[in-house]
């Protein structure tokens, strides 16, 4: 059992953990896709999706409005059609309406009567303002991949992170949703992890790349972790 005593900070990804990113990236793909005649079932698209994102983060650092739009390019040259600027650009443009998981804003907000809070995001600042508000606490610190200008899993993020957080690593406990993203890169630079295995059309994986990793404990919601660290 995870001792919760030990921890000062809890950093989150965003996007997966805290967002209900599956609804937000499938919801923007088959608006495009049925544009163009295109019928992909949910857990190839987010298979795609996943493998286009990592290709597009690799090598030169680009904005992660860039790699979205690279992302929708890429389901096009696969599919065998040629979206608009505007479609495109769609993807991104939806992320700020993503909404929270149901249970995300009540256990954010348990958390913070005990922990500090940080974001640690693959994302540009200007994406994340769209989304701060509607995550109903004020986190004590947001890093971002246009910050680090690298994306995790890169340990550029959590070093910066870990800088800028001012805590030692043992006293910092990391919570996502990817165990290739955030549990691995995370345990490399000595946090504690845990992993949120939230619902999914492309079950234990989602909309990002396959890994295998221990998280130091496994939850299916944050209402289960904030039940557990508030008690604990």
């Not at 904005?63 to 065998?80: A, D, M, N, T, W």
């Not at 295998?212 to 496994?218: E, N």
């Amino acid at each position: 059992m995870l001792d919760f005593t030990r921890f000062e900070v809890l950093t989150f990804d965003c996007y997966g953990t805290l967002i209900d990113w599956e609804t937000g990236i499938l919801s923007a793909l088959h608006r495009i896709l049925s544009a163009h005649g295109k019928n992909v079932d949910d857990a190839t698209l987010l298979k795609m999706y996943g493998d286009f994102e990592q290709l597009a983060e690799n090598g030169k650092f680009h904005p992660y409005r860039e790699v979205l739009e690279s992302v929708v390019r890429k389901f096009g040259s696969e599919l065998g059609f040629t979206p608009t600027v505007e479609q495109a650009r769609s993807l991104p443009d939806s992320l700020p309406h993503w909404k929270p998981w149901p249970d995300t804003v009540a256990a954010l907000r348990q958390l913070k009567s005990r922990f500090r809070l940080a974001i640690l995001s693959n994302v540009d600042d200007d994406l994340f303002a769209g989304t701060r508000p509607q995550l109903g606490v004020d986190f004590d610190e947001v890093i971002t991949a246009q910050q680090a200008q690298a994306y995790k899993p890169s340990l550029k993020l959590f070093e910066l992170a870990l800088s800028r957080i001012g805590t030692p690593a043992h006293r910092v406990l990391h919570v996502g949703q990817s165990i290739y993203h955030d549990v691995i890169p995370a345990q490399a630079l000595g946090l504690a992890t845990i992993w949120v295995n939230r619902p999914s059309a492309r079950p234990g994986v989602g909309a990002v790349k396959s890994a295998v990793g221990k998280p130091d404990l496994t939850v299916s919601s944050l209402a289960e972790l904030a039940a557990t660290a508030v008690s604990g």
